[in-house]
């Protein structure tokens, strides 16, 4: 029973910054290993970042080198900063949580989602 709420999105220019912030409800965030996902009209959900309960981080090649997935646990907060955006980034963007071991790139992995949050990247 975690509650996930993405915030922060928006719309930007190609070359811009934006910075997704997921807050939990649950009093065991440190226990989740945490994910982003984005989503874009008529395509799949498709994993962008993923950081472990360690902080172990691993990246969609399309956004390595470009967007740095973080947490605070202490805030119940997963960040996901965005440089060097692109128009392709467009799309809703997705939190999820998960109590399993490993690195998860897949959605199914994933036992709690936000609602999302809409990225546009203006050409």
């Known amino acids: 029973q975690v509650q996930l709420v993405e915030s922060g999105g928006g719309l930007v220019q190609a070359g811009g910054s934006l910075r997704l912030s997921c807050a939990a409800s649950?009093?065991?965030?440190?226990?989740?290993?945490m994910g982003w996902f984005r989503q874009a009209p008529g395509k799949e959900r498709d994993f962008v970042a993923y950081?472990?309960?360690?902080?172990?981080?691993y990246y969609a090649s399309s956004v390595k080198g470009r967007f740095t997935i973080s947490r605070d646990n202490a805030k119940n907060t997963v960040y996901l900063q965005m440089n060097s955006l692109k128009p392709e980034d467009t799309a809703v963007y997705y939190c999820?949580?998960?109590?399993?071991?490993?690195?998860?790139?897949?959605?199914?992995?994933?036992?709690?989602w936000g609602q999302g949050a809409q990225v546009t990247v203006s050409s």
């Open positions: 950081i472990s309960r360690s902080r172990f981080t």
């Open positions: 999820a949580a998960s109590l399993r071991d490993g690195v998860h790139t897949t959605a199914p992995e994933y036992d709690y």
């Open positions: 649950g009093r065991t965030f440190s226990s989740y290993s």
